[in-house]
């Protein structure tokens, strides 16, 4: 089952991420419901699969530099 949620929680990051519109990173951890860090270790997996994420201050969100299917 931690497997199953995890990949939820992955697939959740990715559709926020694609939509751009995350919020703060505390605001984007808060509403997956985990602590800032496990936000950017979760955003680091997706990296180790070839995703290339940065945020930005002006669109307050993350995004993906270059395009990526999870």
Do not use: W
Not at 23 to 39: C, K, M, T, V, W
Request: proline fraction near 3%; glycine fraction near 8%; hydrophobic fraction near 35%.
């Amino acid at each position: 089952m931690k497997l199953l949620k995890g990949l939820e929680r992955l697939e959740k990051i990715n559709h926020l991420i694609k939509k751009e519109c995350t919020g703060s990173p505390e605001d984007f951890a808060q509403n997956l419901g985990i602590s800032r860090g496990h936000l950017y270790r979760l955003i680091n997996v997706l990296n180790d699969y070839g995703s290339s994420i940065a945020y930005s201050r002006k669109l307050n969100s993350f995004y993906y530099q270059q395009p990526f299917n999870f």
